[in-house]
């Protein structure tokens, strides 16, 4: 059975992937930060009829730790197959950018890009090793008229970045690792205080998506998949 991890998977978009890729083929590990959330997950994922394995401590504000987390993920799942990076913060989505805090972007990009960069770095060997993928959860590095929470989008647009440059070399190097990208679109969650606006999809319309791009045999190598487009939300 294929191995998949998915971060920030005990809510939101994360539980919704974890659904349906255990649902149709994959043995899913949940990654979260809180031991209790965790199980919780687990139980009404299995409940509801996923293949779901364990979970993961994976906490993106600290680079030490995910290294502790690449190293057990190596030694408890070492024919993982699949990375899901999906976990995320929202920052402060109401601020104008010329008045955020330094802290809010900060903290809003070491979660967002740089810790998800130090889990991909850490587990790109392993990947590599089963001829796997890393899937990012993202949205579009242009700016919206809509939609610019700057620290988020800045946080993304690295994450973005990173993905193109890293499809790139993977294979210029001939690195058996797939990575791509796709965008949800509004999704509503508690990222955006439950959004149900113009634009909006529910967890699962947006995760059966995903799950089904996942799964169609496709090679998306540097690909940005785009699920729904930002409209305008009416603010």
């Known amino acids: ?21 255990g649902k149709n083929g994959w043995q899913v590990i949940v990654g979260a930060r809180n031991s209790k959330r965790a199980e919780d997950a687990m139980k ?23 290294e502790q987390t690449a190293k057990e993920i190596k030694e ?15 920052g402060d989505m109401e601020m104008a950018s010329y008045d955020s805090e330094m802290q809010d972007v900060a903290e809003t990009i070491q979660v967002n890009y740089v810790g998800t960069f ?10 590599s090793a089963n001829k796997g993928r890393i899937v990012n959860i993202t ?22 970045a990173m993905t193109s440059i890293m499809a790139m070399e993977f294979e210029k190097n001939n690195i058996p690792v797939e990575i791509f990208n796709i965008h949800p679109g509004a999704t ?8 149900t606006g113009p634009g909006s999809h529910s967890i699962d319309v947006v ?29």
């Open 188 to 195: 509503t969650t508690d990222l955006n205080n439950h959004y």
């Open 76 to 90: 408890k799942y070492y024919d993982l197959e699949l990375l899901v990076n999906n976990a995320g913060i929202p």
């Open 118 to 127: 130090c889990l991909t770095k850490a587990l790109t060997p392993l990947l």
């Open 207 to 235: 995760s059966e998506k995903i799950a089904a791009v996942i799964n169609d045999g496709k090679k998306h190598q540097g690909e940005f998949i785009e699920l729904y487009p930002i409209v305008d939300e009416g603010r």
């Open 1 to 21: 059975m294929k191995k998949v991890l998915v971060t920030g998977a005990n809510k939101g978009i994360g539980y919704g992937i974890c659904k349906f890729l």
């Open 44 to 66: 009404t994922l299995k409940a509801e009829g996923a293949d779901v394995i364990g979970w993961q401590y994976v906490n993106l504000s600290d680079n030490t730790s995910l």
């Open 139 to 160: 949205v579009p590095s242009e700016v919206s008229p809509y939609w610019h929470p700057m620290s988020y989008v800045a946080s993304k647009a690295a994450q973005n």
